[in-house]
C-alpha cells in the first residue's frame, strides 16, 4: 500500500528549485508514476509527513513561532503612534 495518496485538489503552490542525486530523482518519477500524480505532489506530500512526524521539529517548531509572536507583539506596540 502506498504511504502517499494521489492528489484530490490543487492548492495554491508556489515554485522551489532543487538538486537532488540522480537515485533519488529516478525513485521520485517512479513513486509518482505508481501513484498517479507528479514529482511535484509526491516532494510536497513528503515535506508534510516528515513535519507531521518529527516530534523535534514540532517542538522547535513551536519555541519558534512563540518566539516570533512575541517579537510581533512587541514591534507593533513600538511602531503605534498616536
Known sequence: ????KAPSKH???TTL???LEDEVR???DRYAEFIDANASYV???ALKLLFRKDAEFKRWLGQDTNNHNHEQSQNE???KTA
Not at 500500500?1 to 502517499?4: D, E, G, R, S, Y
Request: glycine share 6%; no cysteine; hydrophobic share 40%.
Open 43 to 45: 516532494v510536497a506530500e
Open 77 to 79: 506596540g513600538t511602531t
Open 11 to 13: 492548492p495554491k503552490t
Open 1 to 4: 500500500m502506498a504511504l502517499l
Open 17 to 19: 528549485q532543487v538538486r
Open 26 to 28: 529516478h525513485n521520485l
